[in-house]
């Protein structure tokens, strides 16, 4: 039914990037620097991509 083995690495770096985004730019709105928010972006969809690929989600 799902088939893991063929997720790309740029689908799930955009799924990740675009979940880790909607969190930073609500922080943004708050007061937040954009260059912190963007490191957190990136940092999370890192972290999230390197799960994916060792199996942990």
């Given at each position: 039914?799902?088939?893991?083995?063929?997720?790309?690495?740029?689908?799930?770096?955009?799924?990740a990037?675009?979940?880790?985004?909607?969190?930073?730019?609500?922080?943004?709105?708050?007061?937040?620097?954009?260059?912190?928010?963007?490191?957190?972006?990136?940092?999370?969809?890192?972290?999230?991509?390197?799960?994916?690929?060792?199996g942990?989600?």
């Open positions: 039914m799902y088939d893991r083995q063929n997720k790309d690495l740029l689908s799930g770096a955009i799924a990037a675009v979940g880790a985004g909607v969190a930073a730019s609500f922080a943004v709105a708050l007061g937040q620097s954009p260059w912190i928010a963007l490191g957190i972006t990136g940092f999370s969809a890192a972290v999230a991509l390197l799960c994916d690929r060792v942990l989600l």
